[in-house]
Every structure is written in C-alpha cells, then in structure tokens.
C-alpha cells in the first residue's frame, strides 16, 4: 500500500522556471521526505522535513509540511534541464521505529531548456 | 565513500528461471533493504535486515522470493521461479544507525526483465 500520493504525476516546465510538487499522506507521520529518482538510476535523499517543522530550505530547495491537512510541497527554483527526474515523498509509519519508508508514487518532471 | 553496489544492472530470463540480485552496503550500514520498484510506481520495500537478522519481511512472497544477508554485510535476493509479472527494478537501499525513517542510501538497482 501507498501512503502518499504526489500531484500532479507529470510536470513539463522550461528551464529557469520554478516547479511545485505536492505530496499527500493518509497517517500521522514523524517525518516526511523527499527523493529524486533519474531514469535508469537509484534514488537520491534530497530533505528530511520533521512533523514539528513547517518549512525548510536546501539550496534551490524549499520544502514545506502541512501536517493538518497532511500534505507537503516541494519547490525547485529556477529550475535547470539537469533537474529533470522523478520525484517521490516518503513517510515512516508514525508508530514505527524502524526505518521503513512508504513511497508515493512519484511525479515526473522534464525541464526543457 | 564508496555508495551502494549492485549486481547485475540488468538480467533477462525467461520465466520459469531462477535468478538473484546481489547487494553490498555502504560499509557500517548495520541496515539493509531490498525494493522492488514497479514502472510508474514508487518502491515497495520487500525486506529489511538489521545486521543479519530478517525484521521485517512482511512484503516479501516467500512462496517465490528468499533473501539472506550473511555476516551482516553483503545481501541476496532470489527469485526461484520467476513470473512475468516479476518484472521490475529491484532496488538495494541502506542506512545507518536504525532508526524511525532515517535517510536511506539506493543502489542504482537492477532491472529483470521475465519474458
């Protein structure tokens, strides 16, 4: 089973615009993060976001958490064509203290230059 | 520090077949996953080590499917027969130290094809 569901599943942007991804999640979390995935390759730990956070920034980064309407959204600025992956949220069950992460089922971003 | 490392990238075996991934970790990760990632989809964990020790392979068919991590380092998964529906990027992951949701480091993965 899926605990997050990111939107949209596809995104088609041009280079130096920003992308906005959101991720949605059915149960309480401790945290919630964020990985890219280039084609043909394993996936990348880009921001850990805690369930007390409400926003927090890594380079062209922002990530923020709405645990209220458990959601999150990730912004990439000013994008670049090597931006272009798919992107996934991923969740450890709330009562779960053992490292287990539940993808969604990720978003797909193409940066045109 | 060396990532991750899997082997091979890539197989392609006609159903029926046996065939097995292997796995080794970033050295003192003390956890191992295995994931299989369908096309489209996010992964799914399969089963996870701690050390050598299988905590929770709850997702795994173990009708078809058998893991082992001995000396707590280096992994296999297997598939013994393997069916179309197999089919997809089998994914190695660790971290280090355990605990609730840290950071997991992927393999590039491999990718079966069953025909």
């Known amino acids: 089973s899926q605990q997050g569901e990111e939107d949209p599943q596809a995104l088609s942007i041009q280079e130096g615009e920003n992308a906005t991804m959101n991720c949605s999640y059915k149960t309480s979390i401790n945290n919630l993060q964020w990985y890219r995935q280039n084609s043909g390759r394993g996936l990348v730990h880009l921001i850990l976001i805690r369930s007390n956070e409400r926003e927090k920034h890594s380079g062209r980064l922002r990530v923020t958490l709405d645990t209220s309407k458990k959601s999150s959204s990730l912004l990439i600025t000013a994008s670049r064509a090597a931006d272009t992956a798919s992107y996934f949220c991923a969740t450890p069950p709330r009562r779960s203290n053992t490292g287990k992460l539940i993808f969604g089922q990720g978003t797909t971003l193409q940066v045109k230059p | 520090e060396a990532g991750v490392v899997q082997s091979p990238r890539y197989k392609i075996i006609e159903k029926k077949q046996p065939v097995a991934f292997w796995c080794n970790p970033i050295s003192g990760h003390n956890t191992l996953y295995w994931y299989r990632q369908n096309l489209g989809q996010g992964p799914e964990l399969l089963i996870r080590y701690e050390n050598e020790e299988a905590v929770d392979d709850s997702q795994l068919p173990k009708d078809r499917f058998s893991a082992e991590r001995l000396k707590g380092v280096d992994s296999t998964l297997k598939i013994q027969p393997a069916e179309l529906g197999d089919s997809a990027v089998y994914l190695c992951?660790?971290?280090?130290?355990?605990?609730?949701?840290?950071?997991?480091?992927f393999g590039p993965g491999t990718r079966l094809t069953v025909l």
């Open positions: 992951a660790s971290s280090s130290p355990p605990g609730a949701g840290d950071t997991q480091y």
